[in-house]
Structure formats: structure tokens, C-alpha cells
């Protein structure tokens, strides 16, 4: 919420008139504020939450040996008090000075400077400012030893810069975008520069492109002036980049996305008539990036010329074509029962520690030689637990194919609210180019917590569990980004895995219930399964793919399309078999059958495994040929059939690799092949 502290200043002022004491009052406030320019301790007692109202009367008292006014103190503290937010007593002193000159037709502003300025100066400074704006002027000076030296001046929030730290920044600026080649040309560029610097003493600008930080709490900064501002501009502030999220009747407000520790009252703020954007280009690939698109690798400059913005429009449905093509993760249980299509928005869901980001990294690494990009997004992870990630995809190779977007738990929650924004930017643009792109989000809760925290310290109205109202949109436009493009765009496509953590297995929390409605399915893990050492720990029951078997291919459609009946026939009769111990032979068969379907799931992480070798281990399972063979052989069968089938019967998985269908033909040659040696297998000691 922010205050419109003006009003209670023009109510300061209505009761000083009702006390016939105006101008009195303007008196004993601007002894105050002068005070307060001069002394920052007295400044910051003043707007300071671990003092009392009379505390900091009993201050002022003694600062001025008593000689303030005791009606005057008692006026400006009663409207203090009756402000809804606390710390804004030198603002409001601030504007009850800026409404007594404006009621008398004279302009208020503000002359910062390196040191003190004396009353001849001052005066000086009001007499010119006076002549030039054809009003009367009236100036407080604030000192800000950065400046340097020179003056800065703030009238009608239109600033006149003459201090020597601007014309340093906008010379070295100058150098930098001139590019010189050698000394010769250094030295005459630098010499033009400072004559040009000679020639032009004061920088003017106006209210429209510039302004001044009114108040910094927290990584937000209030702003006056810029009244050109848009939603999501990138201003500077001071040595540090804001972005803009509230825009007031008279006043914006920007989240930081530095550090704000040089940040002040008055730091002068920028306008780049940009909205906030990310490079973007082949080059980011096998790179480290933070939020803005910035190297934090430590490899030198992303050297591209190409910038998209990080919000943009979701592809209309026109634009868009159907799911109908793979993407393989190379995890048997979701290829053959929780199909992923090329442009599907698949959530990944479940309890901390259940294996959610180790289906995301091996989904990655299986898209080598498939000419699929891919983009890991890491939301409020700690550094450490990234550098393992970009570790192992650095190992298996999946790096050369990779951009990894980080924005770390340590990192401001700007940035952690921008990060995805940024990654899905990065990734759109391989897809404009009709190419294939995968990204992980990891993980939108933390996202969801990181703009709950922006949200609140804008001031937002909290709702359910203090998110704010607009929570749902946050994630519904940055999913909606997902998809397939028609055949006139190229046919490119984005698929997204965004990871949601829940607690204790709730999905129906919150967070979780709203990303569930926005994507096109969910892969459930459970604590259960994963501490009883079924990994990946997926709940066949609870994951659900919409896209379904539109997104296999025939031959993977064959033969898993009873997988899900039999786990759930499994299940059934397991839960049964508890209260009785006298099971006919078809019940013992069907348990058999499940916990060998069980085990055959079973997949270890980093172990991606190929289409044809799933299809071909699902096949020998539709025949039932696993069922006789013990339990803690069924890795040992796995191996040693797809080492037969790849080296020994090659022609056949080419067949399948080129045609994905397995024909009739083929199907008689496989059963044969598989049952002479599921045979032989089991005559193996």
C-alpha cells in the first residue's frame, strides 16, 4: 500500500490554520527539516520503528534545547500517528514545506551537493532557478558526498545535473561506446570528450525520463517523476538496475535488481525506455547465466547481438498445431505410461527429496543427439546443490546443449521472480526459429514465494496464504508460452517441466491446485514409494498425461497399453491379499505379474534409456515372460536381453527404430527370438 503522504500534509496544514498559526508552523517544520539535511543521526532517530512518538519529540526538544514550539510538536505527531504506515515523518515534513510554498506560488525543490552549501550559494542558486522557470524558487539542500562535487538540482521533478560524478559515468560511457583501437586514437577521443564536457556544465533532463528515489526499504524503491514509466522498464538507479511494477497517480514504484546499499532519498533515477530483456542466441549454450541474462560462469562475454524481452504474449491458438510427437525422457514409466509431447506443459510434483529434479536432469540428458535444446531453471536452490547439476550435465555431455538460468536462494527475490521469465525468453527464440526446446522450471514454489515477497513489500493485499490476488496469472502466462507452433511458424516447439514441491503430499494446497489447472498433466511422486526403494518414486495412479498416447509412437503404444490396468488390478488385489491368505491361482499369478512389472520400472538416475530398448523389455513383459523369473534377477534379464537384441539381432530394433510399429511379422519374430532366450536365461545359474 502506498501512502498518498501529501494529503496528510495538506491536513497539517489545515490544522495550522485552524490554530491561526501558519506561518508560524512553517517556521518551527522547516528549522526541523534543515536540521534533519544537516544531521543524518537525528535523520534516521526520526523515521526509526524503535522509537515512540514522544520519543522522538523528547529528540527534537533536545536537539533544538527546547525551543521548538510544543503545539507545533503536538500537530505534526498527531498526523504521524494517524498514518497507516510508520517512517514517513521526514517525507510528510518534506511535503507540508512543498505545499506551504506552492500555496504561495513558489517552487520547492532540492539542491543536492558534495558539502554543505552556505546561504550565499543557496541564494545564488535560488535567484538564477528563479530566473530561469519565471517562478519564485525556494531550495533545501541535502548533501551526498558521491556526488563528487557540482550541484545537482531537482525542481518539479526535473533535474539539472552538474555534478562531477554524472560527468564522469557519461564519460567513461562515452569511451567505452567509442571502441577505440590504440593510444593515438584514445588520447583524441579523450580529449574531445573533455572539451565536450567543458562546453556543457549542466546536464538537463526532464520529469518525463527522469526522477528521484523518495523512499528504499527492502529492495523496493518508491520513485518520483518518470511519467513515461512502463510496467516492467528497466530504470537506473543510481549504480544499480530497478525494474518497474507499480505505477501510482504520483509515483512508481521498482524492485531492485542490485544492490541497493548506495541507494538513497534523492538517488536520481533513469528512464531506458526499455522493458526488461535477456540476450538470446546459440551462443548462450553450454553457459551459466543469472537472471538478466548476465555470464556468472566465470567464461567471459556472451558475445551476441540479439535481445528478446522477457514478457511476451503466448503463442493464439491459431499459431499453435496438435501435440503429436514424442519427447522421450528415457524413464520407462513416463514414455510408456505418462507420455511427454513436444510442446506439452508435463508438472513434475511431489514432497522434498522424492527424486523431482533427478527426472528433469535425466530427461535432459536424454535429449543428446536429438537436437533438442534444453534450459534448467534454478529457482531459490542453494549454489551449491546447481554446481552439482551443472556438474553432471557437464559429465554426460548434455552442456554442449544447455543454458543453465540461475537465480539462486542467496539472490535478491527480484531476480528469483524474473529468472523464468528469462529462461522461457531464451528458449522462445530457438522455437521462433522452428527448432525444439525443453525447459525445467525448478521449481515455481520458491518462484510463487519470491513474488509473494515483492508482493508485500509493494504493499499488494495479501489472500489466501498471503499470496496475492494475481498469483495464478503469474504461472498461467509464463506456462501458456508452451507449445507447438504451426507448420507456417516453423513448427518449433517448447516443452516445459515445471517442478512443484508440496508438503506432506497435499496437492491440493494452494500453489499446487493452480499449476495442476494450467498444465496438461502431472507426474506424482510419493515419500512412500521413494523410502521403500521404488525409484523413480511415481504414483501411476495420481499421474496423468492429457496428451496421452497421442504423443507415442505405435510401437510403444502396443505395448504399453495395459500397463496402467495391470498396476491398478495389482493394487487392488494386493490390498485384498492382506486380509486373507488363501489366494486361488489367478490372484497369485496377477500379484506375480505386478511386482515383476514393478520391478521392471525400477530405473536407476542418470540412466536414461532408449526407445527401442524400453519397447523391446515391455514386449517380453506382454508376454508374460518375466513372471517366472526371480525377482532380484530382473536387472540381470534386462541387461543381458537388450545386449542379445542390440548386438545380435541388430536388424530388428533398426526395423523398429525406422518404422515405430511393430507389424505382425515382427511380433512373431520377437516372441520367438525373447522366449528362446528368456529360456535360456532361466537355465543360467
Known amino acids: 500500500m502506498n501512502v498518498n503522504v501529501r494529503s496528510y500534509a495538506r491536513n497539517l496544514m489545515e490544522l495550522a490554520k485552524q490554530e491561526g498559526s501558519v506561518d508560524h508552523c512553517y517556521r518551527e517544520i522547516k528549522s526541523i527539516n534543515d536540521e534533519i539535511n544537516r544531521n543524518d543521526e537525528l535523520a534516521k532517530y526520526l523515521v526509526s520503528d524503535d522509537y515512540s512518538s514522544s520519543q522522538k519529540k523528547e529528540k527534537l526538544q533536545e536537539v533544538f534545547k527546547n525551543e521548538l514550539d510544543e503545539s507545533i510538536l503536538y500537530g505534526l505527531f498527531l498526523t504521524i500517528d494517524s498514518m497507516p504506515r510508520k517512517g514517513l515523518e521526514i517525507e510528510l515534513i518534506h511535503d507540508f514545506l512543498e505545499y506551504y510554498y506552492q500555496s504561495r506560488g513558489i517552487v520547492f525543490g532540492t539542491a543536492y551537493s558534495a558539502k554543505q552549501l552556505d546561504k550565499n550559494d543557496l541564494a545564488s542558486l535560488e535567484a538564477a532557478f528563479s530566473y530561469k522557470l519565471e517562478h519564485n524558487v525556494r531550495l533545501e539542500n541535502k548533501v551526498d558526498k558521491k556526488l563528487i562535487g557540482g550541484v545537482k538540482v531537482i525542481v518539479n521533478d526535473n533535474v539539472w545535473d552538474g555534478t562531477y560524478k554524472t560527468k564522469i559515468e557519461d564519460l567513461r560511457a562515452s569511451l567505452i561506446k567509442n571502441e577505440v583501437k590504440n593510444k593515438e586514437e584514445l588520447g583524441s577521443e579523450l580529449l574531445k570528450d573533455i572539451n565536450d564536457f567543458n562546453q556543457k556544465s549542466i546536464k538537463t533532463e526532464s520529469s518525463l525520463t527522469t526522477g528521484y528515489v523518495t523512499s528504499v526499504a527492502d529492495g523496493v524503491a518508491n520513485i518520483s517523476g518518470i511519467y513515461n514509466a512502463m510496467a516492467g522498464e528497466i530504470l537506473d538507479i543510481g549504480e544499480t538496475k530497478g525494474m518497474v511494477m ?102 513434475i510434483i511431489g514432497d522434498r527429496q522424492t527424486g523431482k529434479t533427478a527426472i528433469a536432469i535425466d530427461t535432459i540428458i536424454n535429449q543428446k543427439g536429438r537436437n533438442v535444446k534444453c534450459i534448467y531453471v534454478a529457482i531459490g536452490q542453494k549454489n551449491s546443490t546447481v554446481a552439482q547439476i551443472i556438474e553432471k550435465l557437464t559429465g554426460f555431455g548434455a552442456m554442449e546443449y544447455t543454458t543453465v538460468v540461475v537465480a539462486g536462494a542467496s539472490e535478491l527475490a527480484s531476480l528469483q521472480y524474473i529468472a523464468p521469465y528469462s529462461g522461457c525468453s531464451i528458449g522462445e527464440y530457438w522455437m521462433n526459429k522452428g527448432e525444439d526446446v525443453l525447459i525445467v522450471y525448478d521449481d515455481l514454489s520458491k518462484h510463487a514465494v519470491a513474488y509473494r515477497t515483492l508482493s508485500l513489500l509493494l504493499r499488494r493485499p495479501p489472500g489466501r496464504e498471503a499470496f496475492p490476488g494475481d498469483v495464478f496469472y503469474l504461472h498461467s502466462r509464463l506456462l501458456e508460452r508452451s507449445g507447438k507452433l504451426s507448420e507456417k511458424l516453423g513448427k518449433g516447439s517448447l516443452t516445459a517441466l515445471p517442478i512443484i514441491e508440496t508438503q506432506a503430499g497435499d496437492i491440493s494446497a494452494y500453489i499446487p491446485t493452480n499449476v495442476i489447472s494450467i498444465t496438461d498433466g502431472q507426474i506424482f511422486l510419493q515419500s512412500d514409494l521413494f523410502n521403500s526403494g521404488i525409484r523413480p518414486a511415481i504414483d501411476y495412479g495420481l499421474s496423468v498425461s492429457r496428451v496421452g498416447s497421442a504423443a507415442q509412437i505405435k510401437a510403444m503404444k502396443s505395448v504399453s ?125
Open 246 to 347: 507499480d505505477l501510482e497517480e504520483e509515483s512508481i514504484a521498482a524492485v531492485l535488481l542490485g544492490n541497493d546499499m548506495d541507494i538513497v532519498k534523492g538517488t536520481q533515477v533513469s528512464s531506458t525506455g526499455k522493458v526488461a530483456e535477456v540476450p538470446v542466441g546459440d551462443e548462450l549454450l553450454g553457459r551459466v547465466v543469472d537472471a538478466l541474462g548476465r555470464p556468472v560462469d566465470g567464461k567471459g562475454v556472451i558475445k551476441t547481438n540479439e535481445f528478446r524481452q522477457i514478457e511476451v504474449g503466448a503463442p493464439g491458438v491459431i499459431d499453435r498445431s496438435p501435440i503429436d510427437e514424442p519427447l522421450q525422457t528415457g524413464i520407462k514409466i513416463i514414455d510408456s505410461m505418462i507420455p511427454i509431447g513436444k510442446g506439452q506443459r508435463e508438472l
Open 561 to 685: 497399453s495395459s500397463l496402467k490396468l495391470d498396476l491398478s488390478q495389482y493394487q487392488e488385489v494386493l490390498d485384498f491379499a492382506q486380509f486373507g491368505s488363501d489366494l486361488d491361482p489367478s490372484t497369485r499369478a496377477r500379484i506375480n505379474h505386478g511386482r515383476h512389472l514393478v520391478e521392471l520400472l525400477k530405473q536407476a538416475q542418470y540412466k536414461p534409456m532408449e526407445t527401442t530398448d524400453q519397447i523391446l523389455l515391455l514386449f517380453a513383459n506382454k508376454l508374460g515372460l518375466l513372471d517366472d523369473i526371480p525377482i532380484e534377477r530382473i536387472r540381470e534379464y534386462e541387461k543381458e536381453l537388450l545386449f542379445e537384441m542390440n548386438n545380435v539381432h541388430s536388424d530388428l530394433v533398426e526395423q523398429i527404430n525406422e518404422k515405430h510399429v511393430i507389424d505382425d511379422k515382427l511380433s512373431e519374430r520377437l516372441t520367438d527370438i525373447i522366449t528362446i532366450f528368456t529360456t535360456q536365461f532361466k537355465l543360467m545359474d
